[in-house]
């Protein structure tokens, strides 16, 4: 870990005693969402209070995410029209950080096109971001600090989004390379923390009244392979649950193709974790899987989903598609509904594939029409919306229990949480309610959540 201290100190004296203001928003995943939070607590170290109103800020941060085009184009609209806020207040700092960055084409039109943008920060280097800023502050015209550092910011405090949810990255980076998929270009290889320090941040954060611990990688089970010796991550699991306190395990993402039954049998075992599995099939058809690169059949993910349901029929199931992978067929897509009429997902999460520059599928032909592909999102996204209202029936008459997130925005009165199956739950309840455990007894459900009654 990089020793800030010194700049930091240096950056203080520099703000003086006038408090500045940081406005920094995060694109994309939870692991770009946690890195952001890194990023204010060095900002909160230096002095920075935060904003959410970019036209009070005199630091601008835009942690991007590079996923998806259509991110991407929203990250150079807000960029440009940033243009003004600087035009208004001269002394305004804007910084790029995140996964945009880390495209040399992408680096290179922000440096080019956007002069607006004083520094940018690459994904592996957040702890250069003291050395980065005070540079700009001393009148450096454009600064850069694109390096590995590597050093997993270990020891930065960092202001967490939410008082009762908190993120815990364990790994960084991605060895599958899945042919559309622009995180191992942009994060590196995996990249696992020690599993000691993954384990003391749990118990303070138990202590520190937490309710829900994520922890996030791009495959969590390739947790641990390396580091020699390394804890698996079925293992860690058990290691987490034994943890004092009243807390839910989740975590994010599992590739099928490394989800063991030790996964399995260590998620039934272990009372903190959630009774949930987000499982990214992305598509139901042999051909497309392989042309992606995702080393599992259709047949060996529903071996997975068996062995799943054989120990309890109901479990809780979430998945990512992508419609529209290169030349997909009538007969590939179809495929797709019929994997998903099969697994009865609760709920997925469903995107038009889009094509990211210097991936393998970018290469690839593709004479599917856009409509077509429109049409077929359309599609999935009706059928799945019947399989969840037909499978979400199954929580009337249970009591489930459920952290409490916050108002809802769609019933007047009622609170909104998750169960353990990560269900979204609606009832009637006062907001001190928020951040807690409740027990709700389902009522009745629709196709996007249940709702129920606060059992006292
Ligand atoms: N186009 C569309 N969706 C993508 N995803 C990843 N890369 C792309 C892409 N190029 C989706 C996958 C992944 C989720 C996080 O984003 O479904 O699981
Ligand atoms: Fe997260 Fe991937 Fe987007 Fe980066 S590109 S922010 S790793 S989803």
Redesign the pocket.
Known sequence: MKDNTEIIERIREKLGTERKLAYVHSFG?QLNVSDGEKIKGLLQQMGYGFTDDENEADLIILNTCA??ENAENRVFGIIGSMKKLKELKPSLLIGISGCMTAQPQIAEKIHRSYPQVDFVLGTSAISGLPALLLDVLNGREFAEDIAEYDDFSENVVQVRESGFKASVPIMFGCNNF?T????PYVRGRERSRDAQDIISEVRQLAADGYKEIMLLGQNVNSYGKDIPDGMSFPQLLRELNKIDGDFTIRFM?SHPKDASRELIDAIFDCKKVAKHLHL?V?SGSNSVLERMNRRYTVEKYLDTVNYIRSRDAGFSLTT???VGFPDESDEEFEATLDLIRQVKYDNI????????TG?K?AEMPDGTPEDVKGQRMRRLLEVQRGISTEFYRRFVGRTLRVLVDGASKKHEGFLTGKSSEFIIVEFEGGTELVGQFVNVEITDSMNWAVTGKLVT
């Open positions: 995943c996923v998806r899945c559309y998929c622009i995180v993402s990214p992305q990512d598609i992508i999460y469903s995107f038009i594939y889009s094509k990211r991936t599928a």
